[in-house]
């Protein structure tokens, strides 16, 4: 069962652009949403999270926006760069208790100079 | 601090075939996972661990068996392996405690013929 629905599957921007990925959860209990980040060869590394008492987080050029009624949050990169080229996972888990996390199916960004 | 490291990088296994996968952590975290990745798939979690001695099964735990003897330590066992284990495994740790970050590990790919 998916529970996390990531969409795009593969995004194409170039450089400077702002690619933005979308995710839809639905079990209204998860309570922290991360952003990883994955490059070829390597484990996934956190990027970015955020709990569902704000609408928006920023760190630096990555931004997370939630929207807790429609059960929906994306990542916007500001002013992409080749080396953003990896591909990124959203995941939502339940904190009270293991965080189990529930990762999207990813998206695979490719940023061209 | 090397963090989270897996064992072997690579390992190409026959059908029915047995192996171990070695997890080990330095940063003195309680919980430890498992997770798989298939391309589409993203990360799926196969087993946890909350702490030394304790395991529970995750989203995808058939085929699969786990020990937490030490702490820093957490082993993943195919007992007959099957061409549908073929994958990528990462194994990561996390500290107790509200929205601490999962580390990962570097992977194993594991091909099973």
């Known amino acids: 069962q998916q529970q996390v629905k990531q969409s795009p599957q593969s995004l194409i921007v170039q450089k400077g652009g702002i690619p933005i990925i979308n995710c839809a959860y639905e079990?209204?209990?998860?309570?922290?949403f991360p952003w990883y980040q994955q490059f070829p060869g390597k484990g996934p590394a956190l990027l970015i999270a955020?709990?569902?008492?704000?609408s928006e987080k920023k760190e630096g050029r990555f931004t997370i926006s939630f929207n807790k009624s429609a059960k929906q949050f994306s990542l916007h990169i500001m002013d992409s760069q080749p080396g953003d080229s990896a591909t990124y996972f959203c995941?939502?888990?339940?904190?009270?208790?293991?965080?189990?996390?529930?990762f999207g199916t990813g998206t695979r960004l490719q940023v061209f100079p | 601090n090397a963090g989270v490291t897996q064992t072997p990088k690579f390992r190409v296994l026959k059908t029915g075939q047995s192996m171990t996968l070695l997890c080990a952590q330095d940063?003195?975290?309680?919980?430890m996972y498992w997770y798989r990745q298939d391309p589409g798939m993203g990360l799926r979690l196969i087993h946890y661990?909350?702490?030394?001695?304790?395991?529970a099964k995750g989203e995808v735990p058939d085929g699969y068996n786990v020990s937490r003897l030490k702490k820093q330590n957490f082993l993943l066992g195919l007992e007959s392996a099957a061409p549908s284990q073929t994958s990528v495994y990462f194994c990561a740790s996390r500290a107790p405690g509200l929205f601490n970050e999962q580390f990962f590990g570097p992977g194993t790919r594991l091909t099973v013929l």
């Open positions: 995941a939502a888990s339940k904190t009270d208790g293991p965080d189990k996390l529930i």
């Open positions: 661990s909350v702490g030394e001695g304790t395991t």
């Open positions: 079990n209204t209990a998860f309570d922290y």
């Open positions: 955020i709990r569902p008492d704000v």
């Open positions: 940063m003195n975290h309680e919980y």
